[in-house]
C-alpha cells in the first residue's frame, strides 16, 4: 500500500474577488513575512529563458532614497498601495498549489504549498525598501514599534482559466508566466509610464514586439550580443552590445511598413502566434523574403558583427546573461568606445539605414531568394572592406555624422531615409540614379555634391565583383 504524499502548506485568511479571467485575493502579511515570503524575479527563475526573465533590474538608489529613506524612515502618516504578486510553481514540482475554503461573504482561507514562489508583479521596489527597513529595525537603528508592527496589503492573483488546485497535476509554470507577462504589461501601463525596453519584452500585443522576442527566445539570434535590460533604446558609448532588442523591433516595423497587417491585441495567445508566424516567419509574398530569416541573416551574415564578437572575446569581456551587466576595466571601455566611434554600423541609425537599404535592394538583386541573399550580403561585406561605413568618411557628413570634433550621429527620420536611399543605389550598382539623388541631398539636407564618392564606390564594388 503506498502513502500519499503529505503537502506542507501555509494558510491566508483572504477576501477573494474576479476580475476578468483573474481571480484575486486580498491579504496582508507583517514585515518579516513579506521580506522572507516575497520574490523578486531572480529569486524565481535562476537562468530561465528569455521568455522567463520579464522584470526591470530594481533601481537601488530609488528604492533606498524616495521609499526608504525619505518615506518610510520618516515620522508622520505613511501608507503605500498593495504588493501584487503571483504564485509561480517550481520547475522540478510543477503541477497545481492551492486549497480553497470558502467561510462566507467571499471570504476563504486559502492554503498554499510551502516552498512555492510568491513573485512580485508590481512593488519590487516596495519590497527592497521593506526587506532593508527590516535589516534597520533588527539592527536597532532606529526605534519605531509602529514600523515593527506594520501590516503590508498584499494581493494574490491566479488565473482563472488555469487549474491551480493541488489535486491537478499538470504542468502550468509555463502558461502562468504567460499570463503574468500580459498582467505585468498592463499593470506598468496603467499605473505608471513604462520604458520602451519593458514593453518590448513583455507585451504580447504588439506584433514587432513579439517576433523581436521571439528571435531571442528560440535562440535565433545570439543573446549575448542583444542588449534588452537597460531602459535605453540607443547604443551606449561603452556598450559591449552590438545591436538592442528596440533595433530588432524597428527592422520588423520597417518589414510591416510595406504590407497592410496589424495584430488583434484581444486575439487569444494561440492566434497571436499564428498570426505573427504567418507574417513574420513565413515568407511573404508583397516582401518577397521571410522577415524573420532576413534580420537573423542580418546579424550572422555581415562580416562587422562577426568581428564584433571576436574583438569583445580577445578583450576577455564576459557578458553574462541579462539582466545582469557586464563590468568592464578602463581598458576595455576605450577600446570598446574606439570601435563604436569608427563605423556607423555601431550605431543605431547606421543599422536602420542598412536595414532599410537591403529591404529597397532586395528584389533588385536576383531571381531566387538564395542568389538575393548571396547577392546583398557579399556586397555589404565588400563594402565594409572598402571602409565605406567608416564613420570619418566623408559619404555620411551631414547625412548621418555631423561635422563636429566627435563625429556625432544624425538621428533625424529624414536624414535615415536619404542614408537607406544612398546605400540602395550602391549595393545595386545604380549609376545612372547618382546626379538626381545627389542633387535632392544637396538640396534638402545642404551636403556638398555627392557624385564622386557615390561613383567611387559603385567603380570599387563593381571591380571587386567583377574579380
Request: proline residues 2%.
Amino acid at each position: 500500500m503506498s502513502l500519499k504524499k503529505v503537502e506542507k502548506m501555509v494558510d491566508y485568511l483572504c477576501h477573494k474577488a474576479q476580475f476578468t479571467n483573474v481571480t484575486y485575493y486580498m491579504t496582508s502579511f507583517s514585515l518579516d513575512e513579506a521580506a522572507d515570503g516575497l520574490h523578486y524575479e531572480s529569486e524565481v527563475i535562476d537562468g530561465g529563458s528569455f521568455a522567463e526573465r520579464m522584470q526591470r533590474k530594481i533601481n537601488i538608489e530609488r528604492a533606498e532614497k524616495e521609499i526608504l529613506n525619505d518615506y518610510l524612515l520618516k515620522d508622520g502618516t505613511r501608507f503605500f498601495n498593495a504588493i501584487v504578486a503571483t504564485f509561480i510553481p517550481n520547475v522540478e514540482d510543477d503541477e497545481g498549489f492551492l486549497i480553497e475554503e470558502e467561510l462566507g461573504m467571499d471570504f476563504v482561507k486559502l492554503s498554499v504549498k510551502k516552498d512555492i514562489k510568491k513573485f512580485v508583479l508590481d512593488g519590487q521596489h516596495r519590497l527592497y525598501a521593506l526587506r532593508k527597513l527590516r535589516e534597520i529595525l533588527i539592527q536597532q537603528q532606529k526605534q519605531d514599534n509602529d514600523l515593527k508592527n506594520i501590516r503590508i496589503p498584499i494581493i494574490f492573483i491566479v488565473y482563472s482559466e488555469l487549474n491551480n488546485t493541488l489535486e491537478q497535476k499538470d504542468k502550468i509554470r509555463e502558461q502562468i508566466i504567460r499570463e503574468t507577462r500580459t498582467v505585468f504589461t498592463s499593470l506598468n501601463k496603467t499605473a505608471k509610464p513604462i520604458d520602451k525596453y519593458t514593453a518590448l519584452i513583455t507585451d504580447d500585443g504588439d506584433l514587432s514586439a513579439v517576433s523581436a522576442r521571439k528571435l531571442l527566445e528560440e535562440n535565433l539570434l545570439d543573446e549575448n550580443y542583444i542588449k534588452w535590460s537597460i531602459p535605453s533604446s540607443s547604443l551606449g558609448q561603452t556598450d559591449p552590445y552590438f545591436t538592442t532588442l528596440s533595433i530588432i523591433n524597428d527592422f520588423f516595423d520597417i518589414c510591416e511598413s510595406n504590407f497592410n497587417e496589424s495584430i488583434d491585441s484581444t486575439l487569444k495567445y494561440e492566434d497571436r502566434m499564428s498570426k505573427v508566424n504567418e507574417l513574420y516567419f513565413d515568407f511573404v509574398e508583397e516582401l518577397g523574403f521571410v522577415p524573420s530569416k532576413l534580420i537573423i541573416d542580418f546579424f550572422n551574415e555581415i562580416s562587422f558583427f562577426f568581428n564584433w564578437k571576436k574583438n569583445i572575446s580577445a578583450l576577455g569581456i564576459v557578458l553574462p546573461k541579462q539582466p545582469e551587466l557586464p563590468n568592464l576595466s578602463a581598458d576595455q571601455k576605450s577600446n570598446v568606445k574606439q570601435w563604436r566611434q569608427s563605423n556607423v554600423l555601431a550605431t543605431v541609425v547606421g543599422q536602420k539605414a542598412l536595414f532599410g537599404a537591403i529591404v529597397l535592394s532586395y528584389n533588385k538583386m536576383g531571381t531566387t531568394t538564395e542568389e538575393k541573399n548571396t547577392n546583398i550580403f557579399k556586397r555589404i561585406n565588400i563594402l565594409l572592406e572598402l571602409k565605406f561605413f567608416d564613420r570619418n568618411d566623408k559619404i555620411w557628413e551631414s547625412i548621418l555624422v555631423r561635422n563636429d570634433k566627435n563625429r556625432s550621429m544624425i538621428t533625424k527620420t529624414s536624414n535615415i531615409f536619404y542614408a537607406e536611399r544612398l546605400i540602395e543605389l550602391i549595393l545595386t550598382l545604380a549609376s545612372n540614379s547618382i546626379e538626381n539623388f545627389s542633387k535632392d541631398v544637396y538640396y534638402e539636407l545642404g551636403t556638398d555634391r555627392l557624385d564622386g564618392h557615390l561613383n567611387k564606390y559603385i567603380d570599387l564594388l563593381s571591380k571587386n565583383l567583377a574579380t
